[in-house]
């Protein structure tokens, strides 16, 4: 089995999008009305980043199953 580098970098992602989603969700909604015309950049970004953590857990799976060549070293 090799390394593949996309194993912490998913969990990197999907960890770091879970805790600023989180802030997101638990800031004062005034804050957001305020600044960023409204949008919950916390929020979205958090998502996004959880997203693109969750694509890249996925793909390791998909890795080791074997529906997937390795990536190339």
Same mark, same amino acid.
């Given at each position: 089995?090799?390394?593949?580098?996309?194993? #912490?970098?998913? =969990?990197?992602?999907?960890?770091?999008? /879970? =805790? /600023?989603?989180?802030?997101? $969700?638990? @800031?004062? #909604?005034?804050?957001?009305?305020?600044?960023?015309?409204?949008?919950?950049?916390? =929020? /979205?970004?958090?998502?996004?980043?959880?997203?693109?953590?969750?694509?890249?857990? $996925? =793909? /390791?799976?998909?890795?080791?199953? @074997?529906?997937?060549?390795? #990536?190339?070293?």
């Amino acid at each position: 089995m090799t390394f593949d580098v996309r194993l #912490p970098i998913g =969990l990197l992602f999907l960890t770091i999008g /879970v =805790l /600023v989603a989180a802030v997101g $969700l638990t @800031g004062d #909604p005034a804050v957001f009305r305020a600044h960023s015309a409204g949008l919950n950049i916390d =929020l /979205v970004w958090g998502l996004v980043m959880a997203g693109f953590g969750a694509v890249m857990l $996925l =793909l /390791v799976w998909l890795a080791r199953k @074997g529906e997937l060549p390795p #990536p190339e070293a």
